[in-house]
Nanobody, 129 residues
Framework: QLHLVESGGGLVQSGGSLRLSCAAS????????FGWFRQAPGKEREGIAC????????MYADSVKGRFTISRDNDKNTVYLHISSLTAEDTAVYYC??????????????????????WGQGIQVTVSS
């Protein structure tokens, strides 16, 4: 299991931007694929973005494509989610997740929660009008 810590959430105005960070503790960070998920009250957990190990292939949900960008910094063992044009529908708890792919060269990526074994505690993002 990989220890993950999210940061960068908070209260923002509609139309604003935010950057979430996911700090990972791993001796082989490049062997992991990472995903961002979110869960709003009364709704199921939604996979919104994923990035593979190498090459860094990305995948997005249609609801966030063009507004959200996932990236990774292997030197800092950190995954980011850049969020822009926020609306009230983006209000949710955002989770970072990781899955070991057993290779430094893998294009595996998924937006299904059951495909990931390691999870952060989640961080609240609230968008106000």
């Amino acid at each position: 299991q990989l220890h993950l810590v999210e940061s960068g959430g908070g209260l923002v105005q509609s139309g604003g931007s935010l950057r979430l960070s996911c700090a990972a503790s791993a001796s082989t960070f490049q062997y992991y694929a990472f995903g961002w998920f979110r869960q709003a009250p009364g709704k199921e957990r939604e996979g919104i973005a994923c990035i593979s190990g190498n090459p860094a292939i990305t995948m997005y949900a249609d609801s966030v494509k063009g507004r959200f960008t996932i990236s990774r910094d292997n030197d800092k063992n950190t995954v980011y989610l850049h969020i822009s044009s926020l609306t009230a529908e983006d209000t949710a708890v955002y989770y970072c997740a990781a899955e070991l792919v057993y290779s430094a060269a893998s294009d595996w990526c998924s937006r299904h929660p059951k495909d990931f074994d390691s999870w952060g505690q989640g961080i609240q993002v609230t968008v106000s009008s």
